[in-house]
Each structure stands twice: as structure tokens, then as C-alpha cells.
């Protein structure tokens, strides 16, 4: 299992949302790139990094420092946030040298373009489903829709996706430990690579959550907040 520490941007910042809410921020860090440059010097070969920014206005807005966070740190980047586009898409992969870009708000609400980008691109693109109670949400987390969140997965595998990145929104930023039951759903229902996310809150959370049989686990303000031992988190998954 590969543990994804999480850089969540917004104007330029590494920050937390709280269930999602952008009303509800905290910094902490001005500066992402340094930021990644710790997670690499701790052991970390992976990065997962959301551009909040564009996750709700659909327009890039935080890309130049993803790319120096993939040039200068040498980490696979696992990246989310706006990508809408072909010409997005693109950019992300084969000039600023990111790893996998996930596709989330795009993925229900633009099927063409979700499957044209499997298609090229195949692994490298990831698919992020969102869930709240159960039901994926998009935009950004602001609005939900009608489809629940094993069902999409599903419809993601028959056009190509290999690893969805499975976020439970109302654990998220919460410390509340993770969503164990939902996330062992997702992973037997779909057969793919899932990457669990929201509500890590300890050292045995990250070590526990592998029984889920996910494929790696992203861990944000649980780290930020002094409650998880990266570095022991490592040795020991």
C-alpha cells in the first residue's frame, strides 16, 4: 500500500479544507514546494496535490507550482483539481511531468471527454469519486448528484479506469478516523485500485485501513496536525 501525502492548494497556499468547505481554510504552509521537498525527505516516493482553486471554478490556477513540485522533488505526483479539458489533460502529463492526473467533476458530468482521456492516456489518469452519504459529489464538493458511488465506479472500470481515488467527504479534515466499511466496499465492488482518503487520524488508522485491501491511503491534516508518525507510517506498510 502507498501512503500519498496530501498538498491541497489554494491561492498558491498548502492548506486543509474542513468537510470540504472552503469557508473553513487553515495555511499550513506558504510555501508547497518546500512543503514537498519534506515528504521527500522523509521517504515519500508519491504526492497527491489538489488544486482547490480550479476544483471549483473548473479553470487552472495552481499548475506551475505542481510542475515545480514534480520537477524540483523528484516525487510521483498524483494530481486532481479542474481538469476538464483535453488540453488540461495534456498539459499536466507530458509537460509538467505528472505521474496521474485523476479526473473528478469531469468524470460524470463529461463521459466523452473522461473516455477519450482513458483512452490516450490509460493509467495515468485516475478517476476521483467524492462520495457523501453514499452519492458522488462534484464541483468541488459543492453539489451533489444522483449517482451512488459504487455504481460510478463501475461505469469507470468498463471504460478503462484502473484506480479511483475514493474520498469520503464527511470524514474528511474531521480526524474521525476513516471510512473502513465503505472503502472495503469500494475495493470489492469495483476490483480496482482504490486510494483511500478522509478522516486518517493516527499511525494505526494508515496501518489498519491495508486490511481494507486499497492500494494506498492519501493523508493531509491528520500529518499537519502532529497525529501521524510519517516517516514510522512508512516503515511499516
Given at each position: 500500500?502507498?501512503?500519498?501525502?496530501?498538498?491541497?492548494?489554494?491561492?498558491?497556499?498548502?492548506?486543509?479544507?474542513?468537510?470540504?468547505?472552503?469557508?473553513?481554510?487553515?495555511v499550513?504552509?506558504?510555501?508547497?514546494?518546500?512543503?514537498?521537498?519534506?515528504f521527500?525527505?522523509?521517504?515519500?516516493?508519491w504526492?497527491?496535490?489538489?488544486?482547490?482553486?480550479?476544483?471549483?471554478?473548473?479553470?487552472?490556477?495552481?499548475?506551475?507550482?505542481?510542475?515545480?513540485?514534480?520537477?524540483?522533488?523528484?516525487?510521483?505526483?498524483?494530481?486532481g483539481?479542474?481538469?476538464?479539458?483535453?488540453?488540461?489533460?495534456?498539459?499536466?502529463i507530458?509537460?509538467?511531468?505528472?505521474?496521474r492526473?485523476?479526473?473528478g467533476?469531469?468524470?460524470?458530468?463529461?463521459?466523452e471527454?473522461?473516455?477519450?482521456?482513458?483512452?490516450k492516456?490509460?493509467?495515468?489518469?485516475?478517476?476521483?469519486?467524492?462520495?457523501r452519504?453514499g452519492?458522488?459529489?462534484?464541483?468541488?464538493?459543492?453539489?451533489?448528484?444522483?449517482?451512488?458511488?459504487?455504481?460510478?465506479?463501475?461505469?469507470?472500470?468498463?471504460?478503462?479506469?484502473?484506480?479511483?481515488?475514493?474520498?469520503?467527504?464527511?470524514?474528511?479534515?474531521?480526524?474521525?478516523?476513516?471510512?473502513?466499511?465503505?472503502?472495503?466496499?469500494?475495493?470489492?465492488a469495483?476490483?480496482?485500485?482504490?486510494i483511500?482518503?478522509?478522516?486518517?487520524?493516527?499511525?494505526?488508522?494508515i496501518?489498519?485501513i491495508?486490511?481494507t485491501?486499497?492500494?494506498?491511503?492519501?493523508?493531509?491534516?491528520?500529518?499537519?496536525?502532529?497525529?501521524?508518525?510519517?516517516v514510522?507510517?512508512?516503515?511499516?506498510?
Amino acid at each position: 500500500m502507498i501512503i500519498y501525502p496530501a498538498i491541497d492548494l489554494l491561492g498558491g497556499k498548502c492548506v486543509r479544507l474542513r468537510q470540504g468547505r472552503y469557508d473553513d481554510v487553515t495555511v499550513y504552509n506558504e510555501d508547497p514546494v518546500a512543503q514537498a521537498q519534506a515528504f521527500r525527505g522523509m521517504g515519500c516516493e508519491w504526492i497527491h496535490i489538489v488544486d482547490l482553486d480550479a476544483a471549483r471554478s473548473g479553470v487552472p490556477a495552481n499548475h506551475e507550482i505542481i510542475r515545480d513540485i514534480a520537477v524540483k522533488t523528484g516525487l510521483k505526483v498524483d494530481t486532481g483539481g479542474g481538469i476538464r479539458n483535453m488540453d488540461t489533460l495534456s498539459r499536466l502529463i507530458e509537460e509538467y511531468g505528472v505521474s496521474r492526473a485523476v479526473l473528478g467533476t469531469s468524470a460524470i458530468k463529461d463521459p466523452e471527454f473522461t473516455t477519450a482521456a482513458l483512452e490516450k492516456y490509460g493509467a495515468k489518469v485516475g478517476i476521483g469519486i467524492d462520495a457523501r452519504n453514499g452519492f458522488v459529489s462534484v464541483d468541488g464538493w459543492t453539489n451533489d448528484s444522483t449517482m451512488k458511488a459504487t455504481e460510478f465506479a463501475l461505469k469507470m472500470k468498463e471504460i478503462g479506469a484502473k484506480t479511483i481515488v475514493f474520498t469520503d467527504i464527511s470524514r474528511d479534515g474531521m480526524l474521525s478516523g476513516p471510512a473502513f466499511d465503505a472503502t472495503k466496499e469500494m475495493v470489492e465492488a469495483s476490483g480496482l485500485d482504490i486510494i483511500a482518503s478522509g478522516g486518517i487520524s493516527s499511525d494505526e488508522d494508515i496501518i489498519n485501513i491495508k486490511d481494507t485491501g486499497c492500494a494506498g491511503v492519501i493523508v493531509g491534516k491528520a500529518y499537519y496536525e502532529g497525529k501521524v508518525d510519517l516517516v514510522r507510517c512508512l516503515q511499516n506498510v
